[in-house]
């Protein structure tokens, strides 16, 4: 990408030399033929786990990869004056409590300055209280008008080139917004995220949370973009660009849920950089009942519908090859000669585009794309084609049995406990319960629609 500056440069665990000059990499995976001069440089990177691009040609091929997510950039140490470029936004409503403790690891953070847009709250006073005495600037709409409108309330009172919107219920230890700032230092990068950890509260739900939240993404830095491996990154902490994030509109209003998946992918789709950044580290509250926290998880799924009107296909469950998407349908349809028959074909095409790759890796890549696809089609019957499935089971013993072993992979793949297991299927149907009704309020199908695309 153009106006990217030479910075050192990590592989992605996806990352491999396949043959002399060919290698495979990214979310999703891509194919790469390399000069052999290119080969030596990812060949180095290899080994050495780090690789610095030096002059045009070098820093060209490592903007190729860093888009492609087969590498990624170490964010550079800022100076200490950075974060003097940042203001923080911070909506509430009916938090005060967790405001208090955010106001207090941001004082003294070196930030510009703190604005909290109190969003409808009952006792407003408290919340005005909390501000003045940490210093801050606090606006307050008189009706909820939803974390959208809060946080470009702020916006508009934002003076400099850099903006934080951190929620009422995150703590962000000292030093959280460093690894964030070295990545804006580059020019295509309009926004950063930090990986967003779960409190360490006590009961069943903070420790299921802890082991497989959903604003928590992972170990892995990431090039963020649809229908890769990190798709989003949530607002409860994120660093963007004022400039850039004025040019889009701010968030979405009309958005009550998902404005923040939908401003990452407007900045995606503006040719603009979005990376996810797991050095830096917040903590974020768990919901204090089962009930509101199912309730979180039907809203997430509520705006599915409207996400895939705004961004056609990226919403979309389930993103495989159609050679895949074929194979698995002829097998579950009682077919399976001909699915392993297709199967075998996609083999074959796919150690003609990869010449000079040894047949043994060839066969274990195909593999690899089909299982890839399974595990995705497994998800999606049990999460948002779960009514389909079911009732697909009132009329035919094959759909029952394809349901039950979809089930069972479901149930033993979750990590933890039994406790996590059952909680695991109560989070994917209240999540997909709001997809349904997402997608039948707007007459839109397509976040329930697969998508086909090549591999790699």
């Known amino acids: ?7 050192a440069l990590t592989p992605d665990p996806t990352l491999e030399r396949l043959a002399p000059r060919v290698w495979i990499g990214g979310s999703p995976l891509r194919l790469f033929r ?84 109190d969003d409808g709250s009952r006792d407003g006073a408290a919340v005005e209280r909390l501000v003045s005495s940490a210093g801050g600037l606090s606006l307050r709409h008189a009706t909820a008008r939803g974390p959208a409108a809060a946080r470009n309330a702020g916006l508009e009172l934002v003076d400099s080139p850099l903006v934080a919107f951190v929620d009422s219920d995150v703590r962000c230890p000292q030093g959280w917004l460093d690894p964030l ?20 509260d006590s009961g069943f739900l903070a420790a299921h949370e802890r082991l497989s939240g959903p604003l928590d993404l992972g ?80 809203d997430y799924g509520t705006s599915a519908a409207a996400l895939d009107e705004r961004h056609p296909g990226a919403a979309a469950p389930v993103a495989v090859s159609p050679w895949s998407a074929l194979a698995w349908t002829a097998i579950c349809s009682g077919h399976p000669l001909s699915g392993v028959a297709v199967a075998a074909g996609t083999a074959l095409a796919l150690s003609r585009k990869l010449q000079g790759v040894p047949p043994k890796r060839v066969l274990a ?45 479901e149930v033993a793949t979750t990590r933890g406990g039994p406790a996590d297991r059952a909680l695991g299927l109560l989070e994917d149907l209240g999540y997909s319960s709001g997809v349904w009704v997402g997608a039948l309020r707007s007459r839109r199908p397509g976040a329930l629609l697969p998508r086909l695309r090549r591999w790699p």
């Open 365 to 409: 890549l195909a593999a690899e794309g089909h299982l890839g696809a399974a595990r995705q089609l497994t998800r999606a019957v049990i999460r948002p084609w779960w009514p389909l499935a079911l009732g697909a089971s009132v009329f035919s013993r094959r759909a029952r049995r394809l349901t039950l072993a979809a089930l069972v992979a």
């Open 181 to 200: 700032l070295g990545h804006l230092e580059q020019p295509d990068v309009a926004a950063a995220a930090p990986r967003v950890r779960s409190a360490r």
């Open 1 to 7: 990408m153009s106006g990217r500056t030479a910075t």
């Open 219 to 298: 170990p892995t830095a990431a090039r963020v973009s649809p229908l890769s491996r990190v798709s989003y990154v949530p607002s409860a902490a994120i660093l963007v660009r004022t400039a850039q994030l004025r040019s889009l509109g701010g968030f979405d209003e009309s958005l009550r849920v998902g404005e923040d998946v939908d401003l990452v992918w407007r900045i995606v789709e503006s040719a603009a950089m979005v990376r996810y950044e797991p050095a830096s580290e917040v903590v974020h509250r768990t919901r204090p009942s089962l009930t509101r926290w199912v309730r979180q998880r039907y």
């Open 34 to 117: 390399l000069s052999a001069a290119g080969d030596r440089l990812l060949g180095g990177l290899a080994r050495r786990g780090r690789w610095c691009p030096d002059g045009d040609a070098e820093t060209a091929l490592g903007s190729r990869l860093v888009e492609a997510g087969a590498v990624h950039p170490q964010p550079s140490v800022p100076s200490a004056d950075k974060r003097g470029e940042v203001t923080v936004v911070v909506p509430v409503r009916d938090d005060a409590e967790g405001l208090r403790g955010l106001l207090e690891d941001l004082e003294g953070s070196g930030v510009r300055a703190v604005i909290v847009v």
